[in-house]
């Protein structure tokens, strides 16, 4: 009995991400968690959307070409 299910197949499982992000750790102030938390950046909904979008802005800001 032969099984045509299973094992390796090409293209089967997850794609594999081209940008892949850096998980760290960094310690804000709760006043500043309040302030990114309420502001209103669009299509950032999550806190760490927001501060990466805020870093971002002020890297580019201060000439900080090569972002990722």
Not at 11 to 25: D, E, L, M, T, W
Not at 27 to 43: E, G, Q
Request: glycine share 6%; with cysteine.
């Amino acid at each position: 009995m032969v099984k045509s299910w299973g094992g390796f197949r090409k293209n089967a499982g997850r794609k594999h991400i081209s940008n892949k992000k850096i998980p760290k750790q960094v310690y804000f102030p709760p006043k500043l968690i309040d302030a990114i938390n309420s502001t209103n950046i669009p299509h950032c909904n999550s806190f760490s959307a927001k501060a990466v979008a805020l870093i971002t802005k002020e890297m580019q800001k201060n000439e900080y070409q090569d972002m990722g």
